[in-house]
């Protein structure tokens, strides 16, 4: 079984630049999430789409930040300007559900380490 | 406040050692769930565990074991006899049943010299 993809797997920018992340889930699977992972930290959710619709994006800072999945299965994260404290491992990982009671658990990609100057 | 700690930022054993990196927890809710993910250097996390609230069973999987106390809070993990390739980083999180969201501790850096 195929994991989670993502690309590009580093990127560095400059700050005020824009920047956009891939990430195709595993076959499936109906939750795709983005997490940002800041050095020295654990991850934070940023987005959480359901099939092709946002169930919570309450800690999107969304000024700047933006991400779709238009149709359900692929999503882009995209920042646009980037700032410095943007730098950090942008981690996409999917689920077969939503119903975290049901057993369910994340599967992880392995990230793009994003290095903005 | 929901959060978890894991206050051993980075610890190191020989080949052989038995380690046990510690997790603590705060939470509201009566029913949520706890999981330990290992994060190895190529950077994915990879699922190991997940408990519910109600369930406060020790469990054993090979070399790994796991012991929830509610009385304190803690979830913690126990690797024996550890090996180089458990070298990496160990997330605990909680996911309380009221916000579906995983709220992750910050890592426990194990490095395991042969």
């Known amino acids: 079984e195929a994991g989670v993809a993502q690309s590009p797997r580093y990127k560095i920018i400059e700050k005020r630049q824009s920047v956009a992340f891939w990430c195709n889930p595993i076959?499936?699977?109906?939750?795709l999430y983005w997490y940002q992972q800041i050095l020295g930290q654990g991850p934070k959710l940023l987005i959480q789409f359901q099939n092709n619709g946002v169930v919570d994006d309450s800690q999107l800072p969304k000024d700047r930040f933006s991400a779709e999945r238009l149709k359900g299965v692929d999503s882009t994260l995209k920042i646009q300007p980037a700032k410095l404290e943007d730098s950090a491992v942008y981690l996409c990982?999917?689920?077969?559900?939503?119903?975290?009671?049901?057993?369910?658990?994340?599967?992880f990609g392995s990230g793009t380490q994003l290095s903005v100057l | 406040a929901q959060k978890v700690t894991q206050a051993q930022t980075e610890i190191s054993v020989v080949e052989k050692e038995d380690v046990t990196l510690d997790c603590v927890y705060e939470t509201r809710d009566t029913t949520y769930y706890l999981f330990w993910y290992k994060q190895p250097p190529s950077g994915e996390l990879v699922f190991l565990i997940r408990r519910n609230s109600f369930d406060e069973q020790n469990e054993i999987s090979g070399r790994y074991s796991w012991n929830f106390q509610k009385s304190t809070s803690s979830f913690n993990f126990t690797i024996t006899a550890s090996q180089v390739v458990d070298s990496a980083v160990y997330f605990c999180?909680?996911?309380?049943?009221?916000?579906?969201?995983?709220?992750f501790g910050t890592g426990t850096r194990l490095q395991v010299f042969p």
């Open positions: 999180a909680l996911e309380p049943r009221s916000t579906d969201k995983l709220i």
């Open positions: 990982a999917s689920s077969l559900s939503r119903d975290r009671g049901a057993n369910e658990k994340l599967f």
């Open positions: 076959s499936g699977h109906a939750t």
